[in-house]
């Protein structure tokens, strides 16, 4: 167990920057989840943590110590690769023992600490199988063994769900959440699904483009996403953005209009970061708008998911703007129909013209 | 007609599908025999017959030039021979020795090259080591014997360079001295499947994850546990193709040795390619020679099937 710190992180590969200065501290025990589109630098970085590449410049602190030269080997880290990497040629019991044998632990108590991974993970009848011989969510448990029989200071998950089907992806995102609680190690976990990052996370850092957007709990991004991209990033289906502009501030309110908005009143922010004539976008969750006869929004359908518990109406505003409103599940909605929706004023989330939220 | 009503009335009895499956089946059969029916041929007029004919001469005393009824039988003595006299012995240990030259030297230096080069596999280095060591592939047999023949000459660049290091007692005509002929001769074959051997191990480590390595890595291998646990194992099939390819080379070598010593000095350099193009078109002991010849076969193929059993029983 150990935390961990980044100082100014940065990684390049020849000119072009990848990791462009990440800070970030992690505590003994999180379970931290790093989130992004694919290709904004999170295995990167899940990398540059294990040591498996160099850090351009900046600091990494493992348990108080400084990493930086230390070779992966002795950084206290056990990896789960989104590939498993397992040794082909090796029996279950000699790819999770592995570490082990390298690190001249005597066979017995060995063959304890592969058995005690096994009973944890559940795959004791796996023990002498060769990896060709498993399915993946079993290539997926051995792996995960391989990790917790090092007993390493922090665990690092790069995409480790991602080859499964959605049915084990669930199971195993429960089980992962149990181990947790159970090894009570530092873990960091790499995902591109916001799902996963939203459900296991006891800290979320969303990366794009090597840049770190914003760093919270789960609810805290879900509710209060510092900038557009979060927002869109961040929750299912996407948080709806209308561009809208500030017609006028009174006190404590502010009165909005736009092509796609009739005249809306919203509590007006804290402090004077609203003026008359700001351009702003509105953003309102999916989930948070609801059918209201007198509504301020008219959503002409086109489109009608109906999931059992909830039902997904998607279709466009009269100025041709796309919009998705999630209702109850036996909503009497129909295809082609124009209704209206409306939603609480303290819902709606504000951003100024350069995309950070007010 | 009779007969079509009689498989019509016959039809209810058997299981229904069975008819069809049956023409399919025939027919699958037909197109087989179609396809693999010339290649079938020409194995057996080029591979076959020949093979045939040598294990027939084998048992014959020819001289290869008169009518072949005028050859007498011989039975089995032309194998007695060939496993007992010191000469054919000691040429067929000589081919042994060879293959050592041949195998061992491009599958270790070869293995080195790939696990150095893995991780500059995408640059230009990379590239620029592969073809330089594949060169020698692709210059013909004779003419690397010629050019080595020259460099291992009393003048040669061999000399040179143990003269301009200072050790000018080492120098000698390598060729034609009776103990360093085999290995230097050895050397020209494992410079010449260097190339192949480093070309298929490198393409073969480059399809090994690159994950392994790093969970090696993470598990505390250093470079030799990775060589060991990782390229070794992910290798196992090239190295078998190399080891196979190598050892029938030497086993068979003709045109390296031909052109270097013409198996001399005394017999210190024959191998039994040689011996039977020898016994065959100047001693005219045809039998004789086909008699080595079939030896030589059996011998190849007592080194070769346990190498790719192995291989093949590895991949269930
Ligand atoms: N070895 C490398 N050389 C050059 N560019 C790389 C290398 N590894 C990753 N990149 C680049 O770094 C960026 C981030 O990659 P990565 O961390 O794998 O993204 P993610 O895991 O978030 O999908 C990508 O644009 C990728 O092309
Ligand atoms: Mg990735």
Known sequence: ?358 | MTHLENATAGAPKAPAPRPAATRRARRRRRDAVMFIGPAFLIYAAFVIVPLGMSVYYSLLRWDGIGPISGATFYGLKNYIEVLTDDDLLQIIGNAFQLAAWFTIPPVVLGLAVASAIRSQMAGRFGTATRTILFLPQVIPLVAAGIAWSWMYDRNGVVNQFLSLIGLESWTRGWLGDFTYALPAVGIIGAWVLLGLCTMLLVTGIARIDGSLYEAAKLDGARPRHEFRFVTLPGLKNEIGICVTVTIIQALSSFDIVYVATAGGPGIETTVPGLEIYRLAFAHRQVGLASALAIVLMILVLACVLPIQWALRERKQ
């Open chain 1, 1 to 358: 167990m150990a935390d961990l710190k980044l100082r100014d992180v940065r990684k390049s590969y020849g000119q072009t920057e990848v990791i462009k200065g990440v800070d970030l501290d992690i505590l003994d025990g999180e379970f931290v989840v790093f989130v992004g589109p694919s290709g904004c630098g999170k295995s990167t970085l899940l990398r540059l943590i294990a040591g498996l590449e160099d850090i351009t410049s900046g600091d990494i602190e493992i348990g108080g110590r400084l990493v930086n030269d230390v070779e992966p080997r002795d950084r206290g880290v056990a990896m789960v690769f989104q590939s498993y990497a397992l040794y082909p040629h090796m029996t279950v019991r000699e790819n999770v023992g592995f570490g082990l044998r390298l690190a001249k632990v005597p066979k017995a108590q060995r063959e304890q600490a592969v058995g005690e991974a096994a009973r944890i993970l559940q795959m004791e009848p796996l023990l002498d199988r060769k990896p060709a011989q498993l399915s993946g969510g079993q290539r997926q448990r051995v792996a995960i063994g391989r990790a917790i029989v090092r007993d390493p200071d922090v665990f690092l998950f790069d995409e480790p769900l991602s080859n499964l089907d959605a049915a084990l992806r669930m199971d195993m995102r429960a089980e992962l959440a149990g181990l947790h609680q159970q090894l009570d190690s530092t873990m960091i976990y790499v995902t591109h699904d916001q799902v996963e990052a939203m459900t296991l996370a006891d800290k979320i850092v969303v990366l794009k483009d090597g840049e770190v957007q914003q760093i919270g709990a789960p609810m805290e991004l879900y509710e209060h996403p510092a900038n557009l991209f979060v927002a869109g990033f961040i929750g299912a289906p996407k948080m709806n953005l209308l561009p809208g502009k500030v017609t006028a501030v009174d006190g404590h309110e502010a009165v909005l209009s736009g092509a796609d908005l009739p005249r809306l009143v919203l509590p007006a922010p804290e402090g004077d970061k609203l003026a008359a004539g700001d351009e702003i976008t509105l953003g309102l969750r999916p989930h948070d708008l609801k059918r209201m006869p007198d509504g301020p929004l008219e959503l002409h359908t086109d489109l009608l998911e109906r999931l059992g518990h909830e039902t997904v109406v998607a279709g466009h505003l009269p100025t041709g703007a796309r919009l998705t409103a999630v209702l109850d599940g036996r909503s009497p909605v129909a295809l082609d129909e124009t209704i209206r929706l409306g939603f609480e004023p303290s819902s709606a989330r504000l951003f100024d013209a350069g995309g950070r939220a007010i």
